[in-house]
T-cell receptor, first 114, second 111 residues
Framework: AQSVTQLGSHVSVSEGALVLLRCNYSSSVPPYLFWYVQYPNQGLQLLLKYTSAATLVKGINGFEAEFKKSETSFHLTKPSAHMSDAAEYFCAVRITGGGNKLTFGTGTQLKVEL | EPEVTQTPSHQVTQMGQEVILRCVPISNHLYFYWYRQILGQKVEFLVSFYNNEISEKSEIFDDQFSVERPDGSNFTLKIRSTKLEDSAMYFC?????????FGDGTRLSIL
């Protein structure tokens, strides 16, 4: 069975600083990986996805993530944080060739301070 | 941009009552899903639906739960006899085989 671990339930950065949100996955078959963002009282919005093409994936709002098979990681980064990035971020995995369900991590709440 | 819409945004129900949560998926999508998020916990898969039948369900999706696509546009989740522990945010999602697109959710509060 696949699973996702997000290290750090809360991350705080200064505006303009690097954002790094960690995600490690466990899957017995090649995975599809996703990052979603959830703003207060809203649904989950897709930030980016990895589907076995390029290992460095660029998403919306300046975010990107790199798939590292050797480390079973898919960390989310953004070079310069903006106040509007404050939200909860979820990493999710879907196995290839199986059902389409997403398995989510526990989420990381990102706080951006002046 | 097309989006998934869910109604109502908040539903308050007495324990033991039936509740129906409604979703309108993106119009050309064929795969539909329900997830739930209990306050402070992670998003959990409930059920997936394709070609007018359930394709996968989790252990959470017991006999109290059912899904239906009553017409060409709606996708519903019914909980037959609600329990306190059903209180959660319920998300509908749809896809065309690619990434899933989520609605804003229905907050279900069981009293």
């Amino acid at each position: 069975a696949q699973s996702v671990t997000q290290l750090g339930s809360h991350v705080s950065v200064s505006e303009g600083a690097l954002v790094l949100l960690r995600c490690n996955y466990s899957s017995s078959v090649p995975p599809y990986l996703f990052w979603y963002v959830q703003y207060p009282n809203q649904g989950l919005q897709l930030l980016l996805k990895y589907t076995s093409a390029a290992t460095l994936v660029k998403g919306i709002n300046g975010f990107e993530a790199e798939f590292k098979k050797s480390e079973t990681s898919f960390h989310l980064t953004k070079p310069s944080a903006h106040m509007s990035d404050a939200a909860e971020y979820f990493c999710a995995v879907r196995i290839t060739g199986g059902g389409n369900k997403l398995t989510f991590g526990t989420g990381t709440q990102l706080k951006v301070e002046l | 941009e097309p989006e998934v819409t869910q109604t109502p945004s908040h539903q308050v129900t007495q324990m033991g009552q039936e509740v129906i949560l409604r979703c309108v998926p993106i119009s050309n999508h064929l795969y539909f899903y329900w997830y739930r998020q209990i306050l402070g916990q992670k998003v959990e898969f409930l059920v997936s639906f394709y070609n007018n039948e359930i394709s996968e369900k989790s252990e959470i999706f017991d006999d109290q739960f059912s899904v239906e696509r009553p017409d060409g546009s709606n996708f519903t989740l019914k909980i037959r006899s609600t329990k306190l522990e059903d209180s959660a945010m319920y998300f509908c999602a749809s896809s065309d085989g690619g990434p899933q697109h989520f609605g804003d959710g229905t907050r279900l509060s069981i009293l």
